[in-house]
């Protein structure tokens, strides 16, 4: 579980300057260059995130279950993602009305995707993982109203919308036919 929650301090830290210490990171900027504080933070990030995966792999099997969900709570877990994974896309698509209305559609989807996990897992590994990314996005997503950032000043044509909404089901049919499985050992939806 130790490596899971260094994983955590180190890749949810470095997404946390922002909010906890922006005048930190802009001495860090004016002092490093952009290049450097951009390379450090990625360096950084993809540290924790290889130990996040690596420590979650490691944690799940053996920990402590907290709780037993329902399976009709699985089920809404899936069907949360599907609305978790269009919000990703449409933060990769070009802006559409959809974008603009979400303001910060990664934010809600790593929201959702947390959300959505901690309604479906009760093993500790899983409420340490999915719950420290939930309380992240809602700080995190604090942040940014109260910095003025409202996303998208202007929405674009529906077809990005189009785009952003079918490349999201798309990736959910995805995940539910092998992928999930394949990447995490885990069966998305249950049958009982």
Do not use: C, Q
Not at 81 to 97: D, E, K, V, Y
Not at 99 to 122: E, F, Q, R, S
Request: net charge positive.
């Amino acid at each position: 579980m130790l490596i899971l929650i260094l994983g955590l301090i180190l890749f949810l830290g470095i997404h946390s300057v922002r909010i906890l210490a922006p005048a930190w990171r802009e001495a860090r900027l004016a002092g490093m260059g952009e290049n450097a504080w951009k390379g450090t933070y990625s360096v950084v990030s993809f540290a924790g995130l290889i130990l996040i995966v690596w420590g979650y792999s490691l944690a799940w099997a053996t920990a402590p279950v907290l709780y037993e969900p329902p399976v009709w709570m699985k089920h809404i877990a899936a069907l949360l993602m599907l609305f978790a994974l269009i919000s990703l896309m449409i933060s990769f698509a070009p802006t559409g009305r959809l974008k603009k209305a979400l303001k910060h559609p990664t934010l809600l989807a790593v929201k959702i995707w947390a959300l959505a996990h901690l309604l479906a897992n009760g093993d500790l590994a899983s409420i340490l993982l999915f719950g420290s990314f939930l309380v992240w996005g809602v700080l995190a997503r604090i942040s940014v109203k109260r910095r003025g950032d409202n996303g998208p000043a202007v929405a674009g044509p529906v077809r990005n919308d189009v785009i952003g909404v079918a490349a999201g089901v798309a990736l959910y049919l995805l995940f539910i036919w092998r992928l999930h499985l394949w990447l995490f050992g885990a069966v998305p939806l249950p049958v009982a």
